[in-house]
């Protein structure tokens, strides 16, 4: 016979109900996507040249480079790294000269000696022989070339005499994104100056125990560039071996080339259009007022700080207006 309807509604399958996530699963969901946005959406895509330092090769002895005795090699010391030295390798692997070098963490003088250039150890700085050091008593050499006082760490040696060419390298990559204003072409040396001031020399003065300011700390900064690659030593507790330390080297380089590429790439695409468009209007300023006191901004940007800038280069230059 016929089932009864109650019969039949007792048999019907029961509604599935959506499967609910754990908490856990949702943060890690919601951070996956919003890590997704923050690298697809707003992050710049690196040099390629800055994206190789992933493959960069790091050994403890030049015998381990693969056996080939004419690799290009860079020394460093061995042991706990810091930002200088990870900079000033991340900046030479940059250039066409040393993409394929490897780079050899030893204090071993007979190995370091089989280098074709040396950072951050030896006790030398002679830049006719590739030596790149600033440890060495009596080493006091500053960018006293472009009015800078702080003490030279192995990274603003590295700059000082391979900086222009690191950064004409970059230029080629980071220049005449969709976004940028199409400004004049970059003067190099501004760069270089502005680079070095507002990147390089942070790192000068923190190896060198170099205090930012002089009187009492009001805070603590915890979060430089050289305290995220400390970072990423091990802690006092672990021991790793050679292997392992060679491989954060890598992650340090990778760390401080592309926080660089990244700043490198701000100069061009916006501090020097600012910078262009408030010198045409200081260039211009008689033309809107006599006392040349007044200035008309083609375009909105960031002004003050190029005004500044400005005005103490044309002071200098004997323009008191």
Not at 5 to 16: A, E, I, V
Request: hydrophobic letters at 40%; glycine letters at 8%; aromatic letters at 6%.
């Amino acid at each position: 016979g016929k089932r009864s309807p109650r019969r039949q509604s007792h048999l019907r399958r029961p509604r599935r109900r959506p499967a609910r996530m754990s908490e856990g699963a949702v943060k890690v969901g919601v951070c996956a996507a919003l890590g997704g946005l923050a690298m697809g959406g707003f992050e710049r895509r690196a040099p390629a040249c800055v994206a190789a330092l992933a493959e960069v090769m790091v050994v403890s002895r030049p015998e381990e480079a693969l056996g080939d005795s004419a690799r290009t090699l860079i020394g460093t010391h061995d042991g706990s790294f810091h930002c200088d030295e990870a900079l000033a390798c991340a900046m030479l692997k940059m250039l066409p000269r040393f993409r394929d070098a490897v780079i050899v963490r030893t204090r071993d003088p007979v190995a370091l000696e089989r280098c074709d250039i040396v950072v951050d150890v030896g006790a030398v700085y002679d830049a006719s022989r590739c030596r790149f050091d600033h440890h060495q008593r009596g080493f006091t050499g500053v960018m006293e070339e472009i009015g800078h006082s702080t003490k030279l760490s192995s990274a603003g040696l590295v700059y000082r005499h391979y900086g222009g060419d690191v950064l004409e390298q970059l230029a080629e990559s980071v220049r005449n994104t969709a976004s940028a204003p199409a400004e004049a072409a970059v003067d190099q040396k501004a760069l270089y100056r502005r680079i070095y001031r507002s990147f390089v020399e942070h790192i000068d003065g923190i190896d060198n125990g170099i205090e930012a300011h002089d009187g009492q700390k009001n805070y603590e900064v915890p979060t430089t560039l050289s305290s995220r690659v400390g970072a990423l030593n091990p802690r006092w507790y672990e021991n790793p071996e050679s292997h392992e330390m060679n491989q954060r080297f890598v992650a340090a380089m990778m760390l401080a080339g592309r926080e660089f590429s990244q700043a490198v790439e701000a100069a061009i695409n916006s501090w020097w259009p600012a910078r262009s468009l408030v010198s045409a209007a200081l260039d211009g300023a008689a033309a809107v007022h006599p006392s040349r006191q007044i200035l008309l901004l083609s375009r909105a940007c960031p002004w003050q700080s190029h005004l500044f800038q400005l005005e103490e280069e044309l002071a200098v230059q004997g323009d008191k207006a």
